[in-house]
């Protein structure tokens, strides 16, 4: 067991254990017999209801976090105990909920693709034109960090160049949707279009510099000589309704079931925030003024290994207390886009100045993003 | 049967092999489980997802962590063939 452990410093303990967060549904290749009109018809009108419940449970959160907070707790308005209290019970089930209903519609939206499905679109593509495709197929395609071994061995010897196939590996963390879906529900439209814009421009320009970097010398010498794995195609294209709500619903249960104490107790901190420490506080040394806030963020969150869901309460409460939007985006970004797990696991396919490389041109996007946004606003 | 699972140690690798190990039980089929963790050896099965299991050498499951039934059916249908 340890030795299996060791070869994966993802399967530790803390947040790391949720090492495949995010992968999709995954393939069996069993053909699925024809599933009637009807029963797809059933699971449509089950869904439409589900649907329903959750939007009228989810209105009546902010009246029940009011009405437990006042009334069931008689709590006095205005303390930072009553503040931290209300906005936990808030938070907590609108988080869940949330992501609840994101992690099964991306679910479905992954049934439709597989990483041999990518690797078929992004064969022999020139750079520039791969380097972007690349990106977008590396936020829909299930992709777990586990795999990012034979993914990239799969790429790189079937003829994907080597700066695509950095845009993909570098994409398929860093744009998150639960991260997306996230900061849309707590910020608004106009901070989730910049973190997945600025996401895959990062993934697209990064991959792009590491193919003009021409280092292929520096993969190791053996991964060329692999056989070009996974050329099964997946029977993808033959998969039933049914099957795609199943593969939704089963990632919710893994997904869910994996990061709700992350998630709860990332929003007891930011209750914690909220309540007690002071407005501004964060500002001297997280605000725009501090020229090295940017760069400290992003050396700091490279090595850290977290999930996009249990960083983002820290995200917003330090958002509320007057850091600055660019410092905190690079945080994050940086915790969620590299880790050092994944550079141990890619150890075994890339030399180390490849590594570093990459974690570097990577880390120095993120630099970039955070000093434009805290220039720009 | 030999059955192979593939991966390099991660949590879900330990659980697909505990899964299969039940299915095998559970099917009273005569087969032998065993590990394959070194990424060299996965590649030889062309697997770009792990997770995976394979039967005498055939990927049959990549990319998840099947459920007993899953692999019960496809035992059956591997069975047959």
């Keep these: 067991m340890s030795e299996g452990c060791e070869k994966n410093p993802a399967g530790g303990s803390g947040p790391g254990a949720s090492c495949c967060e995010g992968a999709g549904p995954g393939e069996v290749s069993v053909t699925t017999a024809g599933v009637d009109p009807r029963t797809t018809a059933k699971y449509f009108g089950s869904g439409v209801l589900a649907l329903g419940i959750w939007w009228l449970v989810y209105q009546g959160l902010f009246p029940f976090a009011k009405w437990f907070t006042f009334s069931l707790l008689t709590l006095t308005p205005g303390s930072h105990l009553t503040s931290a209290v209300q906005f936990f019970v808030f938070e907590a089930p609108k988080i869940l909920m949330l992501l609840t209903l994101v992690v099964f519609a991306v679910g479905v939206v992954r049934s439709f693709f597989t990483p041999e499905r990518a690797r078929r679109i992004l064969a022999g593509k020139r750079e520039s034109a791969g380097n972007i495709l690349a990106a977008l197929l590396g936020v829909v395609t299930p992709f777990c960090s586990c795999s990012a071994v034979p993914l990239f061995i799969g790429f790189v010897t079937s003829g994907v160049p080597l700066g695509v196939t950095f845009s993909f590996l570098v994409s398929a963390p860093m744009v998150n949707e639960i991260a997306l879906v996230l900061l849309y529900g707590l910020f608004g439209w106009k901070i989730a279009a910049v973190y997945a814009g600025t996401g895959l421009g990062i993934a697209m320009i990064s991959g792009w510099v590491i193919g003009r970097l021409g280092m292929e010398s520096h993969v190791e010498e053996w991964v060329y000589a692999a056989p070009a794995g996974g050329d099964e195609e997946g029977e993808v294209l033959n998969v039933s309704w049914r099957d795609r709500v199943h593969f939704g619903l089963d990632s919710v249960r893994d997904i869910i079931g994996k990061v709700w104490p992350y998630v709860l107790a990332g929003i007891a901190v930011g209750a914690g925030i909220h309540g007690y420490v002071p407005e501004n506080f964060m500002a001297g040394i997280m605000g725009s003024g501090a020229w090295w806030s940017v760069p400290l963020a992003v050396v700091i969150g490279i090595p850290m290994y977290s999930n996009a869901a249990s960083i983002i309460p820290v995200v917003q409460a330090l958002l509320g207390k007057g850091a600055a939007l660019g410092t905190v985006l690079a945080f994050m970004m940086s915790v969620i886009g590299l880790s050092l797990p994944e550079m141990i696991i890619l150890r075994k396919v890339l030399k180390v100045r490849l590594i570093v490389t990459f974690a570097g041109v990577v880390g120095m996007g993120i630099l970039i993003v955070g000093y434009l946004f805290n220039v720009l606003l | ?81």
């Excluded at chain 2, 299969?20 to 559970?26: G, I, L, N, S």
């Excluded at chain 2, 087969?31 to 394979?54: C, L, N, S």
């Design chain 2, 1 to 81: 049967m030999e059955i192979a699972i593939l991966g390099t140690g991660c949590p879900k690798c330990r659980q697909t092999a505990e899964v299969v190990r039940q299915a095998v039980e559970q099917a009273g089929v005569d087969a032998t489980i065993h590990k394959v963790e070194d990424i060299k050896e996965i590649m030889k099965f062309k697997v770009m997802t792990t997770p995976a299991v394979a039967f005498d050498g055939q990927v049959r499951i990549s990319g998840k962590v099947p459920t007993v039934d899953e692999v019960k059916a496809l035992l059956a249908h591997d069975g047959k063939a």
